[in-house]
């Protein structure tokens, strides 16, 4: 019980070392805390990385083509000069 409350307070307290701290991108901190966490957790690298890569391949399948088509979209919107201010 206790390495689980310890494991999970240094985990939040990482993630907020490097991204406020550090200014790391929240993806990689985010990362960063996760795979810390699991170590902390007692899992093996093996079985960490494989939960990670289904974790994530999971979410990539769920919200993928919404983030594709937002680039898209971005890129259209840039290339036409929709997004230029004139003053």
């Given amino acids: 019980m206790l390495i689980t409350i310890s494991g999970f307070i240094i985990s939040v307290a990482l993630l ?15 990362l ?3 795979y810390c966490a699991g170590l902390i957790f007692g899992l093996s690298p093996e ?9 994530f391949g999971a979410t990539l ?5 919404t983030v594709a088509l937002g ?4 890129f ?3 290339y036409s000069g929709a997004t230029h201010q004139y003053c």
């Fill in 61 to 65: 399948r769920d919200i993928g083509l």
């Fill in 76 to 78: 259209i919107l840039e």
């Fill in 47 to 55: 079985v960490l990385m494989s939960l990670v890569m289904e974790g």
């Fill in 71 to 74: 680039a898209l979209l971005g």
């Fill in 16 to 30: 907020i070392f490097l991204t406020v701290k550090l200014r790391w991108p929240s993806f990689l901190a985010l």
């Fill in 32 to 34: 960063t805390s996760s």
